[in-house]
C-alpha cells in the first residue's frame, strides 16, 4: 500500500502544472503561454533540423543535445548532429528559413512549441533556432525521479539589436580560453555582440606580421597570435556573436608609443652650447607601458603623416582578421596637454582653422573613416568624437554619465537628435561593482526625452562595459557574471519587465547554470579563500563574504597607482562581489521584522547576529596561521560589536545612550579595511 502511495505522488508531481511564476527563463520571452501536460525527457530524445540554415545550426544542436545530456544524466542515443534532415521521425523538429548573417538588424525571433510528443522550433534564421534551444534548456523541469518539459508556446524576438558586453584584455590580458567560455556566456544569454578592447596605454595584445615591435616592445609577450584571433571570430561566429575589434586612438596611446615614439605628441626641448652662445631644440620623447590605472598623456601626432601611415597599414593587416561590419577606434579620455605644449600641432591647429584640441581630433578621426571603409568596416568611437563634422556614418558610444560630470544618457540623446547611431554603456560599467538592480533599471531608451521614432531607431541597443585594471583570468568571470545576464534581459525584454524580486529569483539559477559553460564566477571564490585562509577550512571566510562587497566606483583603487597592472588580485575583495547574498538576505529579514515583529521574524535576525559572531570567532582563530586574514579582523569586529549590541536591543535590554548606538552602527560604513565594504550596513541602521 506504501509502495501503491509513492508511485501516486510521483505520478501527480510529474503532471503538476508548473505556473508561469516558476520559471527561470532569462532574458524573459516576449510572450510565454503555458498549456496542460508536459513533454518527458528519455534516452530515445532526438533532434531533427530542416530548412536552409548555416551550417553553425549542426554544432549549435550537438552542444544543446550535450549540456541537456550533462544535466539529466539520461546518456542520449543521438551524437553529433551533421546533416539537413537527418532523423525526420525525431521528437524536436527545427526549421530554419535561410542562414543567419552576423551582424545588426538580422532577423532573430523564433517560436517555440512544446507538446506532449513532439517539440517544434520555427525560425526565419538559425540564428532564431539558437535563442530558441536557450529558452528550451532554461524550460527544464524536473521531480524526483525524471526530466520533462511544460508544454508551452513561445514567440520571442529581441527588443534592441546591439546586446554586448565589452572585455578590455588590454589592462589584464585575458587568455584565449577567458574569451571563449565568456564568448559561450554571450549566447546562453542572447548576446550577440563581443566588443574586444585589444590596445590601451598598458598594452598591445594583436600579433603584428609587418610591425612586429607593437609585439616585441609593447606587449611584455602577452598577446593573440592572428591565428587565435580567427580561430576565435570563427567560434564567436558558430555562436552568432559578431566581434568588433578595438585599436584606442589618439589617445591611451602609450602602448603604440612604446614602439613608434616618432609619431608621439610629446616634445622634449635640449638646451645646449657654450656660455656665449646657447643653442635650443628638440628631440623626439621616449615612452614606455603604464603600470598604473587612470588617464595618461601619451597621444599620437595628428600632425604627423606617419601617424596615418602606420596607422593605415595597421588597419590593413587587423582589419581582414576580423570579417564584421564595425571597427572601435576609442578616441576618449584625450586630455590634450602634449597637444597644447608641441608647437607644431598648435601651427597645424591653425593653419587647417581648428579653433579646439575637439575639432583637431575630429580632422583625426575622419582621417580613419576611409582607411577602414577600405575594408568594409563602418567606424565606432566613445562619445568624445562627436562634433559637427564628425562623419554621420559614425556609431557613437555613449558612456560618460554622474561620475564624469554628465547627465545619463545625455551624450546618447544628443548623438540621435544629430542623426548618429548610438550604443548605451552609461549604466551597464559592471567593472564599478555597483549592485544588479542599478544595472537592470537602466533602460537605453531614455526617460523623459522628445525623440521621435526615427530618433528612437538610431538607438541600436547597450553594452556592459568590463574594464580589467582590477580584473585577472582568475576574477574576470565574477565581475562579469551573473549581472551582466540581467542586462541581457534588459537589452532583450519587453521595456515592462522589471520586476526587480523575480529578476533576482531567476538570476541563482541562471548564473548556477551559467558554470556548465566553463564560467568561474563561482568556483573561484573558493580558490581565492584557500589562499587567503592557507588552506585552511575556508567557511568563516566564506560567511563572511556574503555580507561583504568590493568598494564600489573608483574608491577601491586610489588615484589609480594603489595597484599596478602586476600587483595581487588574489585578496579577500577579490573574492567578494556586488549583492552579497547574505546582506540581501538580512534585509528581507529587517524589513519583515520592522513591519511584524513576530517571535519568528526575530529569531530569524537572530540567526544572523549570531552567525556573524561565530565567523569573527572563526576568523581569529583562522589568522593565527594565515597572515592574509589579518586585515579583516577589525572589520569583522566591527560587525560583531554591532550585532552583540543590537541582540541586545532587539531584547530592549540594552544600556548604550541613543547617540552611542548610532555610533557603534555607523563604524559598520568604514571603508578602510581590506578594500570592501559592509553591505549589511544600511540594513543595521534601520534597527536603530
Same mark, same amino acid.
Not at 525571433?109 to 534548456?137: C, P, V, W
Given at each position: 500500500?506504501?509502495?501503491?502511495l509513492?508511485?501516486?505522488?510521483?505520478g501527480?508531481?510529474?503532471?503538476?502544472?508548473?505556473?508561469?511564476?516558476?520559471?527561470?527563463l532569462?532574458?524573459?520571452?516576449?510572450?510565454?503561454?503555458?498549456?496542460?501536460?508536459?513533454f518527458?525527457?528519455?534516452k530515445?530524445?532526438?533532434?531533427?533540423?530542416t530548412?536552409?540554415?548555416?551550417?553553425?545550426?549542426?554544432g549549435?544542436?550537438t552542444?544543446?543535445?550535450?549540456r *541537456?545530456d550533462?544535466?539529466t544524466?539520461?546518456?542520449f542515443?543521438q551524437?553529433?548532429i551533421?546533416?539537413? $534532415?537527418?532523423?525526420?521521425?525525431?521528437?524536436?523538429q527545427?526549421?530554419?528559413?535561410?542562414?543567419?548573417?552576423?551582424?545588426?538588424?538580422?532577423?532573430?525571433?523564433?517560436?517555440?512549441?512544446?507538446?506532449?510528443?513532439?517539440?517544434?522550433?520555427?525560425?526565419?534564421?538559425?540564428?532564431?533556432?539558437?535563442h530558441?534551444?536557450?529558452?528550451l *534548456?532554461?524550460?527544464?523541469?524536473?521531480n524526483?525521479?525524471?526530466?520533462?518539459f511544460?508544454?508551452?508556446?513561445?514567440?520571442?524576438?529581441?527588443?534592441?539589436?546591439?546586446?554586448g *558586453?565589452?572585455i578590455?584584455?588590454?589592462?589584464?590580458f585575458q587568455?584565449?580560453d577567458v574569451?571563449?567560455r565568456?564568448?559561450d556566456?554571450?549566447?546562453?544569454?542572447?548576446?550577440?555582440?563581443f566588443? !574586444?578592447?585589444?590596445?590601451d596605454d598598458?598594452?598591445?595584445?594583436?600579433?603584428?606580421?609587418?610591425?612586429?615591435?607593437?609585439?616585441?616592445?609593447?606587449?611584455?609577450?602577452e598577446?593573440?597570435?592572428?591565428?587565435?584571433?580567427?580561430?576565435i571570430?570563427?567560434y564567436?561566429?558558430?555562436? @552568432?556573436?559578431?566581434?568588433?575589434?578595438?585599436?584606442?586612438?589618439?589617445?591611451?596611446?602609450?602602448?603604440?608609443?612604446?614602439a613608434?615614439?616618432?609619431?608621439?605628441?610629446?616634445?622634449m626641448?635640449?638646451n645646449?652650447?657654450?656660455?656665449?652662445?646657447n643653442?635650443? @631644440?628638440?628631440?623626439? &620623447?621616449?615612452?614606455?607601458?603604464?603600470? $598604473?590605472?587612470?588617464i595618461f598623456?601619451?597621444t599620437?601626432?595628428?600632425?604627423?603623416?606617419?601617424?596615418?601611415q602606420?596607422?593605415?597599414?595597421i588597419f590593413?593587416?587587423?582589419?581582414?582578421?576580423?570579417?564584421?561590419s564595425?571597427?572601435?577606434?576609442?578616441?576618449?579620455?584625450?586630455e590634450?596637454?602634449?597637444?597644447?605644449? #608641441?608647437?607644431k600641432?598648435?601651427e597645424?591647429?591653425?593653419?587647417?582653422k581648428?579653433a579646439? $584640441?575637439?575639432?583637431?581630433?575630429?580632422?583625426?578621426?575622419m582621417q580613419?573613416?576611409?582607411?577602414?571603409k577600405?575594408?568594409g568596416?563602418?567606424?565606432?568611437?566613445?562619445e568624445?568624437?562627436?562634433?559637427?563634422n564628425?562623419?554621420?556614418e559614425?556609431?557613437i558610444?555613449?558612456?560618460?554619465?554622474p561620475?564624469?560630470?554628465? /547627465?545619463?544618457?545625455?551624450?546618447l540623446?544628443?548623438?540621435?537628435?544629430?542623426?548618429?547611431?548610438?550604443?548605451?554603456?552609461?549604466?551597464?560599467?559592471?567593472?564599478?561593482?555597483?549592485?544588479v538592480?542599478?544595472?537592470?533599471?537602466?533602460?537605453?531608451?531614455?526617460?523623459?526625452?522628445?525623440?521621435? &521614432?526615427?530618433?528612437?531607431?538610431?538607438i541600436?541597443?547597450g553594452e556592459?562595459?568590463? !574594464?580589467?585594471?582590477?580584473?585577472?583570468?582568475?576574477?574576470?568571470?565574477?565581475?562579469?557574471?551573473?549581472r551582466?545576464?540581467?542586462? &541581457?534581459e534588459?537589452?532583450w525584454?519587453?521595456?515592462d519587465?522589471?520586476?526587480?524580486?523575480?529578476m533576482?529569483?531567476r538570476?541563482?539559477?541562471?548564473?548556477?547554470?551559467?558554470?556548465?559553460?566553463?564560467?568561474?564566477?563561482?568556483?573561484?571564490?573558493?580558490?581565492?579563500?584557500?589562499?587567503? /585562509?592557507n #588552506?585552511?577550512?575556508?567557511?568563516?571566510l566564506?560567511?563572511?563574504?556574503?555580507?561583504?562587497e568590493? *568598494?564600489k566606483?573608483?574608491?577601491?583603487?586610489?588615484?589609480?597607482?594603489?595597484?599596478?597592472?602586476?600587483?595581487?588580485?588574489?585578496?579577500f575583495?577579490d &573574492?567578494?562581489?556586488?549583492?552579497?547574498?547574505?546582506?540581501?538576505?538580512?534585509?528581507?529579514?529587517?524589513?519583515?521584522?520592522?513591519? $511584524?515583529?513576530t517571535?519568528?521574524?526575530?529569531?530569524?535576525?537572530?540567526?544572523?547576529?549570531n552567525? !556573524?559572531i561565530?565567523?569573527?570567532k572563526?576568523?581569529i582563530?583562522?589568522?593565527?596561521?594565515?597572515?592574509?586574514?589579518?586585515?579583516?579582523?577589525?572589520?569583522?569586529?566591527?560587525?560583531?560589536?554591532a550585532?552583540?549590541?543590537?541582540?541586545?536591543?532587539?531584547d530592549n535590554?540594552?544600556?548604550?545612550?541613543?547617540?552611542d548606538?548610532? #555610533?557603534?552602527?555607523?563604524?559598520?560604513?568604514?571603508?578602510?579595511?581590506a578594500?570592501?565594504?559592509?553591505?549589511?550596513y544600511n540594513s543595521?541602521?534601520?534597527?536603530?
Amino acid at each position: 500500500m506504501k509502495y501503491l502511495l509513492v508511485l501516486l505522488l510521483a505520478g501527480l508531481t510529474s503532471s503538476a502544472q508548473i505556473q508561469k511564476e516558476q520559471l527561470n527563463l532569462m532574458p524573459w520571452p516576449q510572450s510565454v503561454v503555458l498549456n496542460e501536460g508536459n513533454f518527458a525527457l528519455t534516452k530515445n530524445f532526438k533532434v531533427n533540423i530542416t530548412g536552409n540554415p548555416n551550417p553553425r545550426i549542426f554544432g549549435g544542436v550537438t552542444r544543446f543535445l550535450r549540456r *541537456l545530456d550533462g544535466r539529466t544524466g539520461i546518456f542520449f542515443e543521438q551524437g553529433f548532429i551533421q546533416k539537413l $534532415n537527418e532523423v525526420p521521425t525525431a521528437e524536436v523538429q527545427i526549421n530554419c528559413t535561410k542562414s543567419g548573417k552576423i551582424g545588426l538588424y538580422e532577423d532573430e525571433s523564433y517560436h517555440l512549441d512544446i507538446k506532449q510528443n513532439r517539440i517544434t522550433i520555427n525560425a526565419t534564421s538559425d540564428l532564431g533556432a539558437l535563442h530558441a534551444l536557450e529558452t528550451l *534548456l532554461q524550460m527544464l523541469q524536473n521531480n524526483s525521479t525524471s526530466f520533462y518539459f511544460p508544454n508551452a508556446q513561445i514567440s520571442d524576438f529581441p527588443r534592441f539589436t546591439w546586446r554586448g *558586453l565589452m572585455i578590455d584584455a588590454a589592462r589584464h590580458f585575458q587568455p584565449v580560453d577567458v574569451i571563449k567560455r565568456n564568448i559561450d556566456a554571450l549566447a546562453a544569454m542572447k548576446m550577440n555582440v563581443f566588443h !574586444w578592447h585589444l590596445v590601451d596605454d598598458q598594452g598591445w595584445r594583436i600579433e603584428m606580421k609587418k610591425h612586429k615591435k607593437l609585439i616585441e616592445l609593447a606587449s611584455d609577450g602577452e598577446y593573440y597570435t592572428q591565428e587565435e584571433i580567427k580561430n576565435i571570430v570563427k567560434y564567436a561566429d558558430e555562436r @552568432g556573436i559578431l566581434i568588433v575589434p578595438e585599436i584606442d586612438v589618439p589617445g591611451h596611446g602609450s602602448s603604440i608609443l612604446t614602439a613608434y615614439p616618432e609619431i608621439g605628441s610629446k616634445v622634449m626641448t635640449i638646451n645646449g652650447g657654450t656660455q656665449e652662445k646657447n643653442i635650443q @631644440g628638440t628631440a623626439i &620623447a621616449t615612452y614606455g607601458i603604464e603600470r $598604473n590605472a587612470g588617464i595618461f598623456s601619451p597621444t599620437l601626432d595628428p600632425s604627423n603623416p606617419k601617424t596615418y601611415q602606420l596607422l593605415s597599414e595597421i588597419f590593413d593587416e587587423v582589419c581582414p582578421l576580423f570579417p564584421g561590419s564595425y571597427f572601435h577606434i576609442g578616441g576618449d579620455e584625450n586630455e590634450g596637454k602634449d597637444w597644447d605644449a #608641441n608647437p607644431k600641432i598648435q601651427e597645424f591647429k591653425k593653419k587647417n582653422k581648428l579653433a579646439t $584640441n575637439h575639432e583637431l581630433q575630429t580632422y583625426f578621426t575622419m582621417q580613419l573613416v576611409p582607411m577602414l571603409k577600405k575594408h568594409g568596416k563602418q567606424l565606432m568611437g566613445w562619445e568624445e568624437i562627436l562634433t559637427k563634422n564628425m562623419s554621420k556614418e559614425a556609431i557613437i558610444h555613449s558612456w560618460r554619465g554622474p561620475n564624469e560630470g554628465v /547627465a545619463p544618457g545625455q551624450s546618447l540623446v544628443d548623438a540621435v537628435k544629430k542623426g548618429y547611431k548610438t550604443v548605451l554603456s552609461n549604466g551597464y560599467y559592471i567593472d564599478l561593482m555597483y549592485p544588479v538592480e542599478s544595472h537592470y533599471l537602466n533602460d537605453p531608451m531614455p526617460k523623459g526625452a522628445d525623440l521621435s &521614432a526615427e530618433e528612437k531607431a538610431r538607438i541600436l541597443g547597450g553594452e556592459a562595459t568590463m !574594464w580589467t585594471e582590477l580584473a585577472t583570468p582568475t576574477t574576470l568571470d565574477s565581475r562579469v557574471w551573473p549581472r551582466t545576464a540581467a542586462i &541581457a534581459e534588459r537589452l532583450w525584454s519587453a521595456e515592462d519587465v522589471k520586476d526587480v524580486a523575480n529578476m533576482r529569483k531567476r538570476l541563482e539559477t541562471v548564473s548556477f547554470r551559467l558554470e556548465e559553460l566553463g564560467l568561474t564566477h563561482i568556483r573561484n571564490r573558493a580558490v581565492i579563500l584557500r589562499n587567503i /585562509a592557507n #588552506n585552511q577550512n575556508i567557511k568563516s571566510l566564506n560567511e563572511f563574504s556574503n555580507v561583504c562587497e568590493p *568598494l564600489k566606483g573608483y574608491t577601491r583603487n586610489k588615484g589609480g597607482t594603489e595597484y599596478q597592472m602586476y600587483s595581487p588580485l588574489t585578496l579577500f575583495a577579490d &573574492a567578494c562581489t556586488p549583492d552579497a547574498k547574505d546582506a540581501l538576505a538580512f534585509d528581507e529579514a529587517v524589513t519583515k521584522y520592522l513591519a $511584524n515583529k513576530t517571535p519568528e521574524n526575530k529569531t530569524r535576525i537572530i540567526g544572523f547576529f549570531n552567525k !556573524w559572531i561565530a565567523v569573527n570567532k572563526g576568523l581569529i582563530e583562522l589568522s593565527a596561521n594565515a597572515p592574509l586574514v589579518q586585515a579583516l579582523l577589525p572589520l569583522s569586529k566591527k560587525l560583531t560589536d554591532a550585532s552583540q549590541e543590537l541582540l541586545f536591543v532587539l531584547d530592549n535590554k540594552s544600556t548604550l545612550k541613543s547617540e552611542d548606538l548610532k #555610533n557603534l552602527i555607523e563604524q559598520c560604513n568604514t571603508k578602510e579595511h581590506a578594500d570592501v565594504e559592509l553591505a549589511v550596513y544600511n540594513s543595521l541602521k534601520k534597527l536603530i
